[in-house]
């Protein structure tokens, strides 16, 4: 990537989305800050290779996602970047109306160039494309956890058939052997033909080097961080160190498979508490105090232990309201153990960590050590006065932690994990890593 070429601006559609893609080039050696939502105007901004801009917009409404991704287009233009990729996930969620086809094509109209390339492979985590299908491991993406996604269930697996219904313009798909051969002919066909997004496979990371070549004069690339493998020059990483003294605390919404397994496994060595989304609005803080009341007591018992808070599965199809809800709960649990002063995060799951960060107040995030394949530690800063939403009166930067004595910084030490990703005992090993 010549230097020029810097910063690289990415538009996330959810905050660990965009921790994963920036684990990926600070692993590059590229400095990366992911950015929570588009900075507000004046805002100094973050001095960095790759800004990413997390938004929420993977299940938002597609008129919301659209103007969200645009205002985040624009402000990477303002910082001087002249390449762009759009981060969605690897496992392609949306759904038919989008949000992928719909925000795709706003930033190629707002770019002005005609096609891009949708590239969801990341071999490092299981996600390769061969002839349009996606395959998560060894599963396709219909027959994989992800058929039965809460909020994006996924049931197909052909990207051409998933994406075409959200786009008004042309989707096709070039198979691996052209990625192989004449990629950069192949590439022109479909422009010329009227192509405006051109799924590609790719089932090792040489294939994504390939595609990176044979892409370096398209103003946006779109797919997941498997096709950073090749931005940059390698070299060492750019992580920053991050630490925050203090208890330290997992809170789990997410209900994939591996976030499954992966809370069963914490179980043997850490005190879990599940919960379920409460009844209405009114139910959120009473929920909360009990989640924070649960961890208190826990931590008075053994401060050094970690605490892990997750969604109990639910009985049957989950409404976006529940969803919501239950996500409120995490973010209030978390804004309340902040003002009470804990440092020290783990979230499981793209939206519930998007609540989280924004209750936190967090406005960016500095990229630290990968705890896993596209899961960091990262920093970030409480912004100044009281966390979150509904608190007032209860201030962070005074607040000594439970089980310490003393003030603590604003500093926080973060990890927000995808759903699907971190090794069988992610929520220990998270933890091993700070001692
Ligand atoms: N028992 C439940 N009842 C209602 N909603 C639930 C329940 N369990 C989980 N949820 C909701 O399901 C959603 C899970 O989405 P989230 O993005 O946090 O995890 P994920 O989809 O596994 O992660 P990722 O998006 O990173 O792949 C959240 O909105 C959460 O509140
Ligand atoms: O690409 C992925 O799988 C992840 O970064 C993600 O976006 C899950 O939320």
Known sequence: MPEEALPIGVVADDLTGATDLALMASERGLRSVV??????AGTVP?????????????????????????????????????????????????TPRG?????????????????????????????TVYRGYLFVGNELLAESSMRDHPLTPMRDSHLVRLLQPQMSGRVSAVALEHV??????????????????????AIEDGDLAAIHRATADLPLTTGAAGLVTAWGRGGESAAVAVGAPGPSVSLVGSQSRASREQV?????????LAISPPAGEDGVAPAADRAVGWCLERWSED???????????????????????????FARTAATLAARGVRRFV?????????????LDVRTL?????????????????????????LAGEGTSTRAAPGTTGEVSATCALSLKSGNFGGPDFFVDAWEMLR
């Open 180 to 201: 192989r051969g004449d990629l950069p002919a192949a590439l022109d066909a479909a422009r010329r033909g009227g192509v405006r997004a051109v799924v590609l496979d």
């Open 99 to 127: 949000n992928i086809g719909p925000v795709l094509e706003a930033l190629l109209d707002d770019l002005g160039s005609p096609t891009t390339v949708v590239v969801p492979s990341f071999p490092a985590t299981g996600r």
């Open 264 to 272: 069963e496994r914490a179980r043997a060595h850490q005190p879990v």
């Open 347 to 359: 979230v499981g799951g793209g939206e519930t960590s998007g609540s989280v960060i924004a209750a």
């Open 46 to 94: 973050p001095d960095a290779d790759v800004l990413v801009v997390a938004l929420r917009s993977r299940t938002a409404p597609v008129a919301t996602a659209v103007d969200a991704s645009r205002r985040a287009l624009g402000w990477l233009r303002q910082q001087g970047a002249r390449r762009f990729h759009l981060k969605y996930c690897s496992t392609f969620d949306s």
């Open 366 to 390: 500095a990229i630290g050590p990968a705890i896993s394949p596209g899961v960091c530690w990262a920093s970030g800063e409480l912004a100044p006065g009281d966390p979150g939403t509904g």
């Open 35 to 40: 950015c929570v939502d588009v900075p507000a």
């Open 303 to 329: 401060a050094e232990r970690p605490v892990l808070v997750h969604a109990a599965p639910p009985d049957s199809d989950v409404s976006p309201d529940e969803a919501a809800l239950l996500e409120r709960t």
